[in-house]
């Protein structure tokens, strides 16, 4: 895991273009975010220091972190640089490269309301794993996932592999502030997310927002 024993914000422009391959499903990655540590990072799970939800943020690089957006969405990450030092990479959106019809079942198991319409509906190529827990459901991510580790050849049946390929050039990567996080992580001062300039895969940029004069993150 050589190329995720970096910091996170250096890895995380690296890893556009790489293919991550799981349960019969790769997609090729579009869209990251960058997030450090305790004291580092105030948008970071792990600002504060480990709980037991963020341990394995604080693991050796090439570990997952799969969390819980508003209590449903599942999330992943993957860990990076020096175990015992928090910081990962949440991997927003991606090109689904091989295993699409597999992703559209994924996603259409997953909608709000299992009807008819929903599980017939042919979801665009574009938008089968663009947002980050789209990418998760077309990936077959589950919750019980976070702790486990990236394989470092072949994925197995039930695993996770990252495969590099040919680096995205420079005048392809755009920065910009991380995508709904609230407070000060959320600002310029951490352009900590990187995508592929002009890919019709990358989300949407969404700051964070205020309900009831208080801002949330996403």
């Known amino acids: 895991m050589h190329l995720l024993d970096d910091d996170p914000v250096a890895v995380a422009p690296r890893l556009l273009g790489a293919v991550l391959h799981s349960r019969g499903v790769s997609v090729r990655l579009t869209e990251v975010e960058a997030y450090r540590g305790v004291g580092a990072d105030p948008g970071s799970h792990a600002h504060r220091g480990p709980t037991p939800r963020t341990v394995p943020m604080f693991g050796p690089a090439g570990t997952l972190y799969v969390y819980l957006s508003y209590g449903m969405h599942r999330c992943l990450n993957l860990v990076c640089g020096p175990e015992g030092e928090a910081g990962a990479v949440l991997l927003r959106a991606g090109e689904v490269v091989a295993g699409a019809e597999l ?107 205020r309900r009831g004069g208080a801002t949330r993150a996403r």
Do not use: H, N
């Open 103 to 209: 992703a559209q079942r994924r996603r259409a198991a997953a909608a709000p309301r299992r009807t008819v319409e929903c599980a017939s509906r042919i979801i665009a190529p574009r938008d089968l794993a663009r947002g980050p827990a789209r990418l998760a459901t077309a990936l077959g991510v589950e919750l019980a996932d976070s702790g486990g580790m990236l394989a470092a050849g072949s994925p197995p049946p039930e695993g996770f592999a990252l495969q590099f390929g040919t680096p995205a050039p420079p005048e392809r990567i755009a920065a910009g502030p991380r995508v709904g996080v609230s407070g000060p992580g959320g600002g310029t001062e951490y352009p900590w997310r990187f995508w592929l300039a002009g890919d019709s895969t990358v989300s949407t940029y969404r700051a964070a927002v």
